[in-house]
């Protein structure tokens, strides 16, 4: 049932127009994303190279603070002083030369907002700063005196004082300590960068400490030698404009398509589905033999009018002629089956009769007894039955007479064991069908000196019925069983494997494409053929 709704017309041109529809959509949304994407990389690669280009001046700048200190530390006279143990006029003269030379130097300087020294045993700091203001002097000021000590030896890192952002780098010289700061709001302000976006914001952060911003693009440029990293958040809208509108459009015009179906659906019935429907229905009563059936003709479109006319007219000239191929197919069948039959007989006689001939060489009258009776009893298995089926008991009853003659003929050469499941005895089977094979490994495996085994297996699975003839003998090459199996007979030096094909077309004729035989051969290692009836053939 599910295969039929699958296999509808309505379905598949619904499916077609949904399919048609999502497609269009995602190819839509595909671009759109896709431009958003290439203006996204674009806008960040240009933000990036400005970045880095605004943070190597920023780096250059605090270099040559941070040389100068250097240099100042250790040739500067007046520092010396600051550093030693001297005090009174001296000292204070001296600090006063150290901030009118901090002064002049921090002109130099397009980012670095002030310098300091802290003598911690004078309890004593000298702060300058690049703008004078009280209120950052003051925040400064508190800030070296708590942490001055702290802050030895570190690059230039992010530091807040009073909520306010710098960037500091200290260098211990014997008692004193000496320091660059960089207000960075101050720093933010110089830059020239992300100008081109009105609703920007750029924020100098610790390296790896920037946060994610939702409907902002964010873009960071790391220092190469210190601590801190410029981070620019760039609006989404100011580079994607109306991209994203678009898409939304998009995607409403493919709702809107989707809401539609059931309109489409009513239209496809009335025009398309409905007539089909009745062209179907009037298949169905021919497929069941009702030849008398019409379609009944109502308004509809020009097409299907011309087909109910049409087919009307074809049921009335099928009712008056005679399916004379149908039934000279079916006697053709029949005459087949019945040649087949023919052939199989003969063949199990003669061999029978070499048998008889044997024991009578070896003057073995018992088994020449034996063996009549047989014969008597072949004869009465064949004639009875005819084409009928058999029940496999009976079948493997005479399979079991048949080798037992066949002991005496080759004494010690073979072992044979049966494995039946319990309840098959009673399935139908065509006569002689497990009997051929035997025949077969009785003439083709056995070898002479040695002792072969002989199984013979009845199988019940879920949806077919097993049956399956085994030897340890000889065995085939794989161009052999590729032979069989396509019907070009057995290339054997004693047959030509024209029982395994009657068998295969006897099956054939009786099962259709219900049943098959398969075959599995290994040089020296043996030989199976399994036979293969599905169980809804109806027999058994």
């Known amino acids: 049932m599910k295969k039929k709704i699958i296999n509808s017309i309505s379905v598949k041109i619904i499916l077609l127009f949904v399919i048609t529809n999502v497609f269009i959509s995602l190819i839509a949304a595909y671009s759109a994303n896709n431009s958003m994407r290439i203006l996204e990389e674009n ?11 605004a943070i190597n001046q920023i780096d250059n700048d605090l270099t040559y603070a941070q040389k100068y200190i250097y240099t100042y530390t250790s040739t500067n006279a007046d520092f010396v002083t600051m550093n030693s143990n001297y005090g009174g006029d001296r000292y204070y003269i001296s600090s006063g ?3 009118d030379s901090f002064k002049i130097q921090l002109t130099s ?3 670095v907002t002030g310098m300091f020294v802290y003598v911690p045993e004078r309890r004593d700091l000298l702060t300058v700063t690049k703008d004078n203001s009280l209120e950052k002097f003051v925040e400064i000021n508190n800030y070296i005196l708590e942490n001055g000590e702290n802050e030895k030896g570190k690059i230039w890192h992010m530091v807040m004082v009073n909520n306010n952002p710098y960037l500091l780098w200290v260098k211990k010289y014997d008692k004193a300590y000496v320091g660059v700061f960089a207000e960075v709001g101050a720093a933010l302000k110089k830059l020239q960068i992300l100008e081109n976006y009105s609703d920007k914001e750029i924020r100098f952060t610790g390296k ?8 902002y693009i964010k873009v960071s440029a790391a220092s190469a030698v210190n601590n801190f990293q410029l981070t620019g958040y760039i609006p989404k809208k100011e580079i994607f404009g109306n991209i994203p509108f678009t898409i939304k459009l998009t995607m409403g015009l493919a709702i809107t398509g989707l809401l539609a179906i059931p309109l489409i659906v009513a239209c496809l019935g009335t025009w398309l589905i409905t007539p089909l429907k009745k062209i179907k229905a009037a298949m169905e009563e021919i497929k069941h033999g009702n030849m008398n059936y019409k379609i009944t003709t109502r308004k509809t479109s020009y097409e299907f009018s011309q087909i109910n006319e049409t087919f009307n007219k074809m049921t009335s000239e099928i009712t008056a002629l005679k399916i004379e191929n149908y039934e000279k197919k ?3 069948q029949r005459a087949d089956f019945q040649i087949l039959q023919l052939k199989i007989n003969p063949h199990f006689l003669l061999n029978s009769f070499n048998i008889i001939y044997s024991m009578a060489q070896i003057k073995d009258f018992k088994a020449i007894q034996n063996l009549s009776t047989y014969l008597s009893g072949y004869f009465r298995y064949i004639f009875h039955n005819g084409n009928e089926l058999v029940e496999l008991s009976k079948e493997l009853d005479f399979v079991k007479d048949y ?13 044979v064991s049966y494995e039946i499941d319990e309840g098959l005895e009673n399935y139908k089977i065509l006569p002689l069908l497990i009997q051929n094979f035997v025949e077969n490994i009785i003439k083709y495996a056995i070898i002479l000196g040695e002792c072969i085994d002989i199984r013979i297996k009845a199988r019940e699975l879920e949806d077919r019925v097993e049956l399956s003839v085994a030897d340890t ?8 069983v590729r032979s069989i199996l396509a019907e070009e007979g057995l290339v054997h030096k004693k047959g030509s494997g024209t029982g395994i094909m009657n068998c295969r077309k006897r099956l054939y ?10 075959i599995k051969s290994r040089l020296n290692e043996g030989t199976e053929i399994m036979i293969l009836i599905q169980k809804e053939d109806g027999h058994g």
Request: glycine share 8%; aromatic share 12%; charged share 30%.
């Open 43 to 53: 806008a960040i690669r240009e933000s990036r190279y400005n970045l880095e280009l």
């Open 97 to 99: 030369v150290v901030r």
């Open 109 to 111: 300087y397009q980012y």
């Open 208 to 215: 790896q400490e920037e946060e994610s911003r939702k409907n």
């Open 330 to 332: 079916l006697e053709k």
């Open 403 to 415: 080798l037992a003659i066949s002991a005496m003929r080759f004494p010690g050469t073979f072992r």
């Open 473 to 480: 003998g000889k065995g085939m090459d794989e161009a052999s």
């Open 509 to 518: 004729f009786l099962y259709g494409d219900r049943a098959g035989i398969n």
